[in-house]
């Protein structure tokens, strides 16, 4: 492994606490691969006291570069910014609201050289809002072969823990406003490029689930919008930006308060009914999933993408 090769980090903040984006900061700063820069995006330019704490970082350590956007422009833009301002090799993403392991930036640039992958992400440690930890992902290791299969099924990733080359970005163009879905079309282009992604055999991030996340609110949009890139993927359309923006807006109508809260409740139920089969508890589970199929059509596709996705693990 080269220890020359830079890593850029690039991250978005807008509303988070403070002790969260100290602990989020000091976990990349305090990486055992030192040659880095982190790129952070001050998306809510109103915030004077996470400016005047960013401003301080940025002092303190000159590996970080600092830019205030002018007005909230969403994560999407902020981020493509970031890249603009990338010099590294490679390039790592992180959320201001979670903490990498020490060894984070390490193990996943050893991995992907060891691997010849061009992108790699993986598995993360559950927090709550107070930084206990939840639960734990599984730290199996899936090929790229593999990578490709399930993502024809669903978004595999979490986009907090990728570490790619930054050739990736530069060919993809960075980013496309897909709403609460971003990282799916990131990954779906990539793997219609050619790229090669692994998920490598262990964890490396703790990621903070979040009451009042955007991916909640919208549940049921961010929802729809994956299916509706999945499909264009599959129709090699995913490159047709007048298709897209038709879909998104079909999501968005469909996708009424009222219809987001009762996907809500019903993801919650179906999740409840999924935790009682693993639970061996199977006939209490399939009857809460045949009750929950009743309530709510989307759960229905969710059952069968499940169903599909544990199948395709195991071919």
């Not at 669903?154 to 907090?160: C, V």
């Not at 990954?187 to 219609?192: E, F, G, P, T, V």
């Not at 919650?268 to 199977?282: D, E, S, Y």
Request: aromatic share 10%; with cysteine; glycine share 4%.
């Amino acid at each position: 492994m080269n220890n020359n090769d830079l890593v850029s980090v690039i991250m978005s903040t807008y509303n988070e606490e403070l002790k969260w984006i100290e602990e989020s900061i000091n976990s990349i700063l305090n990486q055992s691969y030192s040659n880095i820069e982190l790129i952070i995006i001050l998306d809510n330019p109103q915030n004077v006291k996470l400016k005047h704490l960013l401003r301080d970082y940025a002092k303190s350590d000159n590996r970080i570069c600092l830019i205030v956007n002018n007005e909230n422009i969403g994560l999407v833009k902020s981020l493509n910014i970031a890249l603009k301002h990338c010099k590294g090799k490679y390039i790592a993403r992180m959320d201001a609201d979670d903490i990498s392991s020490i060894g984070r930036l390490n193990s996943q640039k050893e991995y992907l050289e060891n691997n010849n992958l061009d992108f790699v992400y993986s598995g993360v440690t559950f927090m709550n809002e107070e930084g206990l930890n939840l639960f734990e992902t599984n730290k199996y290791k899936i090929e790229p072969n593999r990578v490709k299969k399930l993502l024809k099924i669903t978004n595999i990733s979490y986009h907090p823990t990728w570490f790619l080359k930054k050739e990736i970005y530069e060919t993809l163009n960075g980013y496309r406003e897909i709403f609460y879905c971003e990282d799916y079309d990131f990954s779906l282009r990539c793997i219609s490029k050619g790229f090669r992604i692994g998920k490598m055999d262990q964890n490396v991030l703790r990621y903070r689930v979040r009451k009042n996340s955007i991916s909640r609110s919208y549940s049921l949009e961010q929802y729809l919008n994956s299916r509706g890139i999945l499909k264009l993927y599959k129709q090699r359309k995913l490159e047709d930006i007048m298709l897209i923006n038709k879909m998104m807006d079909k999501s968005k109508n469909e996708a009424s308060k009222k219809e987001n809260e009762k996907y809500i409740n019903a993801d919650r139920k179906f999740n409840g009914a999924i935790t009682l089969l693993k639970n061996q508890l199977i006939l209490k589970g399939i009857i809460e999933v045949i009750k929950v199929l009743f309530t709510n059509r989307y759960i229905g596709y969710k059952l069968i993408d499940l169903l599909k996705y544990k199948i395709k693990s195991y071919i």
